[in-house]
């Protein structure tokens, strides 16, 4: 069972995230933004928003996660929803960035029903695209190899929308489209691409890992998960990783557009805050790919959880660096975040082989597989890491008296500064240390495969 997987194979599931990363990096970078300094919300309000939205999508996680298990298909249990969610995932991205004329009240009622649903249709495609790489091979290092693409296609298809987004807006502008307009055609484009390449990874994916038992009851498929300890502390550091991630995307746009501001640099000449908080972004995810590269030769040397918590860390400290650059330091600014991003890249896939390793841990221990139920509770850590990582900001902002599109307070621009390098280096600090108590070494899980290929033949 533990064959190699074609190049072409891995190609194809690192589509998959290629489609997700571009939305994921918009909601990041551009959702918070858009709804305070575009739609005009209350920071207050788009707060409790995202904290109701993505609390029911956390509860809709693992419903996926238990439809998924149950699926039966010529196609397989998890492929299809790719081909099936792939178009209903873009239009709904498109109305999530449009601005109807409803007035305040029905502004905010809009955003509460089209982020809700952009939310239900993200989950009904990543649960069950994440629990694939697990019945695509039962080799922890193929599943390395697979994340490593995964995470390469996520950083190419982030950094092709941080990249781009600044000179499309710029396009859609200039053509005399209103700002709100500008973001809607802008999301467009990214949502046909993202269908294209979701089908893609369908055509060019397939299932092979059967379970040694299939779970009929919903009852011990939770009562399992809910005894598996490993489970809660990975679940612990991937919400807090994410809760790190995630904090410094959505402070970005505020960081350069109130702190930093438009710059004149050394060959480059004059460059607007939005160019260059298009670059930081784009440089991070440059960075990261590049910590996902290093992930497999790294981990085989101090193994995954050595490599996870030394990653952490090292960006907890990065991160908190960045507190004492003034404006005027943009290159040491750009130069700090290279840095921090390959050490927060080497972590990425790491997080989903460990969540397959896991899902490995509980069949053995078990003797049932719920490979949708478990990989459901890392699109959970997504939405409660995007929720806490998006709503925190808007509370310190709030706090510190900020005011979108006027000149800030000395009050105001701390709680910036602030919510990009102090915060988040505290939240990669708690990840590193919460998987310390993780006990499946690379040693431990070799056993674990063994064991499970020998049922598996008998």
């Known amino acids: ?219 011990s498929d939770l009562k399992d998960l809910l005894k598996n300890a490993q489970w809660f502390i990975m679940l612990g550091a991937g919400i807090l990783m994410l809760v790190f991630l995630t904090f410094r995307e959505s402070s970005i746009m505020y960081y350069f557009k109130y702190f930093v501001q438009d710059q004149n640099l050394a060959f480059f000449g004059e460059v607007t805050w939005g160019k260059l908080s298009g670059a930081y972004m784009t440089i991070w995810l440059v960075a990261n790919m590049l910590g996902v590269l290093l992930a497999i030769p790294v981990s085989n040397v101090i193994g995954k959880k050595g490599t996870f918590i030394l990653a952490m860390f090292s960006s907890a400290i990065l991160s908190v660096l960045l507190y004492w650059l003034n404006p005027q330091e943009v290159y040491l600014i750009f130069i700090l975040n290279f840095i921090n991003g390959i050490s927060a890249g080497i972590v990425l896939p790491l997080v989903w082989s460990m969540y397959a390793d896991i899902a490995d841990y509980s069949e053995w221990k078990t003797g049932r597989r719920a490979t949708g139920l478990l990989f459901s509770s890392s699109s959970m850590s997504q939405k409660l890491g995007l929720m806490a990582g998006g709503v925190l900001p808007l509370y310190i902002l709030s706090s510190y008296g900020f005011e979108a599109n006027a000149e800030q307070t000395d009050q105001s621009l701390e709680g910036i500064r602030l919510m990009i390098s102090i915060y988040p280096g505290i939240t990669a600090a708690l990840s590193g240390a919460m998987l310390i108590a993780y006990k499946l070494n690379d040693r431990f899980m070799d056993k674990v495969t063994t064991e499970l290929n020998t049922k598996r033949r008998t």
Do not use: Q
């Open 1 to 219: 069972m533990s064959d190699k997987i074609k190049l072409k194979e891995k190609i194809g599931y690192g589509f998959g995230d290629f489609a997700s990363s571009m939305f994921w990096k918009i909601f990041a970078m551009y959702l918070t933004f858009f709804y305070t300094d575009v739609v005009e919300l209350s920071p207050e309000s788009v707060a409790m928003m995202f904290i109701m939205v993505r609390l029911w999508d956390g509860l809709n996680d693992p419903l996926m996660g238990i439809i998924a298990d149950r699926t039966k298909t010529k196609m397989g249990k998890f492929r299809p929803y790719l081909l099936w969610i792939a178009i209903p995932f873009g239009l709904i991205g498109i109305l999530t960035f449009s601005v109807p004329d409803f007035g305040p009240s029905g502004k905010l009622i809009y955003a509460y029903v089209s982020y809700t649903l952009m939310m239900m249709v993200y989950t009904a495609v990543n649960v069950p695209y994440g629990s694939l790489m697990a019945v695509m091979t039962d080799s922890p290092k193929e599943r390395t190899s697979l994340a490593s693409f995964r995470f390469i296609g996520a950083y190419s298809g982030g950094i092709a929308m941080t990249a781009s987004a600044p000179y499309i807006l710029e396009f859609f502008k200039n053509a005399g489209a209103t700002e709100a307009k500008s973001y809607t055609f802008m999301v467009a484009i990214y949502a046909a691409v993202a269908a294209f390449f979701f089908i893609m990874t369908y055509l060019w994916t397939k299932e092979r890992v059967k379970a040694l038992k299939e779970s009929s009851s919903i009852s």
